[in-house]
């Protein structure tokens, strides 16, 4: 089959082949419709611009692209692009990062152009579910496509995640070993534009609860909040609405159990005098707040995923493309024995 070059996309779309070199290279100069036909028009012809006479000899472009669905300042993203850097930078790889892939509009946007762009060596998708339609249009870039923290995702070419349902259900287990009768567990409203990994938390604590339950004249809630910045107020308005307050609390994430810690003392509700509580992350702020949480390394999941990565590009097969990593437990002093928290608030009453 003839390589189809630059001139044949030129003629096709009726431009002029230095408008096909902006609509690719300088797209703030070419207006939109310009450049939505000459995209469509090098798709339908199959054009490789990381091929033309411009790429390397080796025909690498030493760029690849991370996908998230927030943006780079959340603490998860942020550890697993320092990962990654730490390991691609010195193979000479610079990372480049799509942001708030979380709405059709850029959805649509990205999975439309990079196919045809294929200006990246490989593709991380960090955290998020994409459809099958989407994985079709990336594996049109012919370059390794590598998960972190996309459980199930076998059609990938090599993932890394953590088993965010047998984390939290470790959590939610270790609350009631403390003898806790009346647990609520915390989290974001699912979205299910995006099926995000830490949905599966609520899994894990919800089997751990219903296999506990008749055992332990154990009772439980799940609360869910919006998924966006207001998350702790609304996660405080609706512990305050409840009509028993619960001994322990089980958080999908640090970010919800922090501030909630916080807002909660306003109430005099301090722990782990009148409840314990239990993160997920252990992110920067956890040891400050001696946050009982689990603990997973999002940096060390950059690193591996970055590996996996180069040894594709590089036509090497993986050993274990594959990888589950796991919570840790993380003891520290906002969870206390169900006896202790009962004893303090008698001897406080008592006072």
Known sequence: MTKVGIREVAKASGVSVSTVSRAFTRPDLVSDKTRRKVLETADRLDFNISRSATALKSGLTYRAAMLMNEDITSWFNNRVLAGLDDVMHGAGYDISLFQHIDTAENRERFFTTLPVRRNVDAVFVASFAVDSREVEQLKRIRVPIVGINTP???????????????????ATQHLINLGHKYIVYICSRAADSLNASIDARRQGFIHACQTAETSHDLH??????????????????????????PDAICCQTDTIAIPLIVR?????????????????????YADIMNLTTMKQDPFLMGRKAAHKALTLINGETLGQPHEIMHARLTLRETDAPVQLVLRDNDRAINE
């Open 152 to 170: 199930g995702r076998e059609d990938f070419d090599a993932t890394v995640c953590i088993d965010d349902d047998e984390g939290m259900m470790i």
């Open 220 to 245: 439980w809630k799940v609360l869910e909040v919006p998924r966006d910045g207001g998350y702790a107020d609304s996660a405080l308005a609706s512990l305050l609405a409840l009509d028993q307050f």
């Open 264 to 284: 909660l003392e306003r109430y005099d509700k301090l722990t782990p005098r009148d409840y314990s509580i239990i993160g997920f992350d252990d992110s920067q």
